[in-house]
C-alpha cells in the first residue's frame, strides 16, 4: 500500500492509498473505491519543485511520493507505458545521485570551514547541505525522532479527535496544495499545554491543549503555527544545530539502525528544540497568512496568544515551547495584530466541528 494526494476538478485534495491490482491502479478512501485503467495512465513529475511523482487518468492526477509505486506498477504497463516509468525512474536516480553529491560536498565544505573558523562561511555550508536535503530523507528522520522519542506518548485513540482533526487539517492543505509535505497532525496524551512540529509533517497537539484552547479558531492558530515550522524546515535546522550535519549521513548511506541509536542516545532533547526568535517570528506570520488563505479567522491565532499570555500569569497552564522559549513580549503581540490589520480581505467560513465534543474527547484523553 502507498499513500497518495488526489486532485479532481472543483474538488478538494483528498488523501489517498493505492496499489497495483489486477486491472489497474487501485485507489482507496475509506470505503470508497476507484480504479484507473493501467492502459490510460500517464505519468510525470509534480507537486512542489517537481519532487512528487504525478499519475494522470482522464481530468484526475494523483501525487505520491514513493517511487516504489512505480516499480509494482511498472509489469502492468504496455510497453509505452514502461518506457515512461523508466525515464523517471532514471531522472529518480540522477537526482539522488545529485542529493548524495550535494550532501557530500556541504558536509566537506562545513569541515572546511570549520577548520578556517569563518562563522558565517560555516553557516552557508550548513545551510547549502540543508538545501540538499530530500523531503523523503526529512520525513524518514522525522518518523525516526517519533519512533524514538514518541513511544511513552501514545496518540488518543478516540474517533471523535481523528475524524475532527481531519476536518481542520483539510482547510489547511487545502490553502498549500502544492506542498511536498504531508502534514500529518494528531492528538497525544498528555497533560501539558503544548505543541510540536517533527521535521517532515508530523504535528503533535497534547490533549490538554486541545483541551483548553479558548476556541477553534484559536487551535487552527496553533496548527498553522506549527505546520509552517515544517513547511519551513524549522526542524530540520534545529536537529542539524543540536546533532550536526553529521547526523544525515547514516541517511545517506541508508543506515537506518544507526539513525535510530543516535537519535534514542539523545533523550527527550528532540522535543524541547529551540526555535530562533526569528523562526517563531516567521511561523507566526506564515502561520497568519495560512491561515488568511483557508479561509479561517486569523484573529484565532492572537486569541490563542492572548489567553496564554492571560493563564501564564495567573500561575495557570505552563507556557508551550514556542512561548516560553521568546516570552510574548508587547512587541510580539503588536507585530501580530499588525500583520492581521495587513491581510488582504478574504471571506471567513466557519470551521464545520463540534467544537464541545472535540473538547470532552481530549479531556477524556488525559
Not at 481530468?59 to 525515464?87: F, I, M, N, W
Not at 475524524?163 to 489547511?172: D, I, K, Y
Not at 479561509?295 to 496568544?305: H, L, N, R, S, T
Request: hydrophobic share 45%; aromatic share 8%.
Amino acid at each position: 500500500m502507498y499513500e497518495g494526494w488526489l486532485y479532481q476538478p472543483g474538488s478538494e485534495r483528498r488523501r489517498v492509498t493505492v496499489h497495483s491490482a489486477e486491472q489497474g491502479l487501485q485507489l482507496e478512501q475509506g470505503e470508497d473505491a476507484e480504479l484507473w485503467p493501467y492502459a490510460q495512465l500517464a505519468f510525470s513529475w509534480g507537486g512542489a519543485e517537481t519532487r512528487m511523482i504525478a499519475i494522470g487518468w482522464q481530468q484526475q492526477r494523483l501525487y505520491v511520493s514513493q517511487p516504489e509505486l512505480l516499480l509494482s506498477l511498472r509489469p502492468h504497463l504496455s510497453p509505452a507505458g514502461q518506457t515512461e516509468v523508466d525515464k523517471l525512474l532514471r531522472q529518480l536516480q540522477g537526482r539522488r545521485w545529485q542529493g548524495c553529491l550535494g550532501l557530500m560536498f556541504g558536509a566537506l565544505l562545513l569541515c572546511g570551514l570549520l577548520a578556517w573558523g569563518g562563522v558565517w562561511l560555516w553557516f552557508q555550508g550548513r545551510e547549502l547541505a540543508i538545501r540538499q536535503i530530500p523531503v523523503s530523507w526529512e520525513a524518514e528522520l522525522g518518523q525516526q525522532v517519533y519512533t524514538s522519542q514518541l513511544a511513552k506518548t501514545p496518540a488518543c485513540d478516540s474517533a471523535v479527535l481523528r475524524q475532527g482533526l481531519a476536518g481542520l487539517e483539510a482547510r489547511l492543505e487545502a490553502a498549500i496544495p502544492d506542498s511536498p509535505y504531508d502534514l500529518r497532525f494528531e492528538v497525544v496524551k498528555s497533560d501539558q499545554v503544548n505543541a510540536f512540529a517533527l521535521p517532515g509533517g508530523r504535528i503533535a497537539l497534547h490533549a490538554a491543549l486541545v483541551a483548553k484552547a479558548p476556541s477553534p479558531e484559536a487551535l487552527m492558530g496553533v496548527m498553522a503555527h506549527e505546520a509552517q515550522h515544517v513547511l519551513q524546515r524549522h526542524g530540520l535546522n534545529g536537529l542539524v544545530n543540536r546533532v550536526g550535519i553529521t547526523l544525515l549521513l547514516p541517511l545517506l548511506f541508508g543506515d537506518s539502525g544507526t539513525l535510530t541509536a543516535t537519535l534514542a542516545g539523545l533523550g527527550g532533547d528532540l522535543l524541547s528544540l529551540d526555535f530562533s526568535r526569528s523562526q517563531e517570528s516567521e511561523a507566526d506570520q506564515l502561520g497568519l497568512q495560512l491561515l488568511s488563505r483557508a479561509g479561517v479567522d486569523p484573529k484565532g491565532m492572537a486569541e490563542f496568544f492572548r489567553w496564554m499570555a492571560s493563564e501564564e500569569s495567573k500561575g495557570g497552564a505552563a507556557m508551550p515551547a514556542f512561548l516560553s522559549t521568546h516570552p510574548l513580549s508587547s512587541e510580539r503581540q503588536q507585530n501580530i495584530e499588525a500583520e492581521i490589520r495587513n491581510l488582504p480581505a478574504r471571506a471567513i467560513r466557519p470551521l464545520e466541528l463540534d467544537w464541545q465534543g472535540f473538547q470532552a474527547a481530549a479531556k477524556a484523553c488525559l
